[in-house]
């Protein structure tokens, strides 16, 4: 358990882009000649829907099965290899329904392919689904794959962990523009896979794939249920162009595998690569990016967006961090908005009481600024102030620990101050790299990953690509600083990806793309990552213990809780700051183990640190974990704290 924060950030979740298509006379092109500084020429264009099929499994002899059909529009269309027919299910059929592909003989198999309805009539396209894979028709299991289509005619392609199976269902739970009971396909294809997954016991195993309606490119988790929020940018696939100030966001629960999608219009705001932090009350806060002076705020409670008010300097790429009294703090950012060679990014300060900004002109960006040979080529800052690694740390204050190989401290009282701190040993700038405070009480902080200049997430970086991808994760043990590689993904995430730890204490890992209609690599959807420490040695599920009573989910710092568990036995606790993220950056996550003390074996009271800076103001799970490092599933906690003077 003590593991989960380094695998988060060790999945090829590395994120990078930016609005501008330029020419080298800096004129915004119509039609862009490079995307984010890719020559379009090297970004692969998306394949023929007929060269997707071609690659498909034969489907001689198939046979189709469906729970209803309309006369003329029989199930059997789903697989005649004519795209101008149609299954539809019964005009008096209600939702859900299902359609079985029976493929005659058992087979590895890794990802289904289906082609809408094209006949200009959008009834039938299906929205929330899932996909399940049998050898008897009988025994289903779990789905493979949960989610939702978006409304339109594309083809769907849904990918997930490979399996043996002889047979195929696809259920529709909704018609995705709620036009009525209808499930329609045009045609279904099936596609093999090389190889099962390697043990869980030792690798871990992806599992879950949830479709989603755009490509998601931020998250963050949703306290009030444990929901995970997720959003793209203006268009669900795209983030350059007219944006029309919205963004594309969805919603998936986990505790019924079910997706919804929310665009959102009302703050007037494109939250694309914007700073992102969650405040002292479990808000979410997204700040600059496309839009690149707007505020927007997320609150559990009312499940609404509001407008925060705008910031002083327009930013996007910018890290963000809450700090020991609740206020968020901000710097660089010359993505969006202007370069800082021209107007410095320097710090401000974000008051969550009167959702005001305020500049710290004491806290200024050059100090740790990356030497990137964009910025060089270019003659400005535009690479070097992006993606700081930041944590919010005692009095107020702000350590910088990179990307830069230039350390420094930030101070936010007053007008802001700066000092040095010095470099980071044996290390170079690593920016698009990962750093997370796996020990907030000692003020420990893994950094790992990352490249002088704005590269990620493959073994040779070329953006908007899955060119070379680095699909094996890896699991980082603190106590023998030793790295072990789990087993790997089946799906690549590269440019524009995102990685969350969920209450269960699974990963999802999701997203890559955003790179337009024409673009080959979008990927709408996520999976989950279950870590070999929820597994038996024989691969089974282990026993987790339960957090079964808390005697407050609101303490103070040094205050303490009261536990009482059942299951197996628990010998100790921890802490996990719930999170939000968006290219490579994750500010608020932070660990710190809870010693326990006991009454009985089922009776323990644990004591939260004292000082803010540590135990920072906001929501935290509660893990209990066993002697062999099998967690609960987590509780959230509030922690609360007085405003640092």
């Not at 420490?533 to 989910?553: K, Q």
């Not at 509660?622 to 007085?642: M, N, Q």
Request: proline share 7%; glycine share 10%; charged share 15%.
């Amino acid at each position: 358990m003590q593991n989960l924060i380094s695998l988060l950030l060790l999945c090829p979740v590395l994120a990078f882009a930016a609005p501008q298509v330029i020419r080298p006379d800096n004129n915004v092109l119509a039609v862009p000649e490079t995307l984010d500084g890719i020559e379009i020429d090297r970004i692969p264009a998306k394949p023929a829907v007929a060269e997707v099929v071609a690659a498909a499994i034969p489907r001689d002899g198939w046979t189709v099965t469906c729970d209803s059909a309309q006369p003329g529009n029989d199930c059997s269309n789903a697989l005649d290899g004519n795209a101008d027919t149609f299954w539809l299910s019964g005009s008096d059929a209600t939702l859900p329904q299902s359609i079985v592909v029976d493929m005659q003989t058992s087979r590895i198999v890794g990802n289904i392919t289906i082609q809408p309805r094209n006949d200009g009539n959008s009834n039938g396209h299906i929205g929330q689904h899932q996909v399940f894979l049998s050898e008897d028709n009988q025994n289903w299991g779990s789905p493979v794959a949960v989610g939702t289509y978006p409304d339109d005619a594309r083809l769907k392609t849904t990918i997930f962990t490979p399996g043996n199976a002889r047979y195929v269902k696809i259920t529709s739970l909704s018609e995705a523009g709620n036009r009525g009971s209808f499930m329609s396909i045009a045609e279904v294809n099936i596609y093999d896979a090389t190889d099962l997954p390697p043990s869980p016991a030792t690798a871990g195993s992806w599992g879950l794939t949830v479709d989603l309606p755009l490509v998601p490119v931020s998250a963050a988790i949703e306290w009030a249920s444990g929901r995970l929020v997720v959003w793209s940018s203006f268009s669900w696939n795209d983030f350059v162009g007219a944006s029309g100030h919205q963004t594309v966001t969805a919603i998936y629960d986990p505790s019924t595998q079910t997706v919804g999608s929310r665009t959102v219009t009302n703050t007037d705001h494109d939250m694309f690569c914007e700073g992102l932090s969650m405040d002292a009350d479990g808000r979410i806060v997204a700040v600059g990016g496309n839009s690149d002076r707007g505020t927007s705020i997320y609150d559990s409670t009312t499940d609404a967006w509001t407008d925060g008010g705008d910031l002083l300097k327009p930013r996007g790429y910018q890290a963000q961090a809450t700090l020991s009294d609740g206020r968020l703090f901000t710097i660089g950012a010359s993505w969006s908005g202007g370069s800082s060679t021209d107007n410095p990014k320097d710090g401000e300060i974000y008051d969550t009481a009167t959702n005001a900004w305020s500049a710290l002109p004491g806290c200024p960006v050059t100090p740790m600024l990356t030497s990137d040979p964009e910025d060089v080529s270019l003659g400005h800052i535009y690479r070097g102030d992006n993606h700081g690694w930041l944590f919010g740390w005692k009095q107020g204050y702000v350590f910088q620990a990179g990307p830069a190989v230039a350390m420094n401290w930030y101070g936010t009282s007053g007008t802001g101050s700066q000092s040095a701190a010095g470099n980071r040993a044996g290390d170079a700038d690593s920016m698009n790299g990962n750093a997370v405070m796996y020990d907030a009480v000692a003020g420990k902080i893994l950094t790992l990953g990352g490249a002088p200049r704005y590269v990620g997430g493959q073994h040779y970086a070329v953006g908007f690509t899955d060119q070379t991808p680095q699909l094996i994760p890896e699991l980082w043990d603190p106590a023998t600083q030793a790295f072990t590689q789990m087993a790997p993904i089946s799906i690549p995430r590269n440019y524009h990806s995102t990685g969350l730890l969920l209450p269960d204490a699974t990963i999802f890992n999701g997203g890559g793309g955003l790179c337009g209609d024409g673009c080959a690599t979008n990927h709408p959807d996520a999976q989950i990552w279950t870590p070999p420490y929820l597994y038996n040695g024989d691969g089974s599920r282990a026993d987790r213990p339960a957090i079964d009573t808390l005697s407050a989910t609101e303490v103070a710092v040094g205050g303490t809780l009261t536990i009482t568990t059942s299951g197996p036995a628990v010998t100790g606790f921890s802490i996990i700051r719930i999170s939000s993220t968006t290219h490579s950056v994750n500010t608020d996550q932070r660990r710190i183990a809870l010693t326990p003390d006991n009454t009985d074996d089922n009776n323990f009271t644990v004591t939260i640190p004292e000082d803010p800076g540590v135990a920072l103001p906001g929501y935290w799970y509660l893990f209990a974990l066993t002697e062999g490092g099998t967690p609960s599933v987590a509780k959230f906690v509030k922690i609360t704290s007085v405003r640092i003077t």
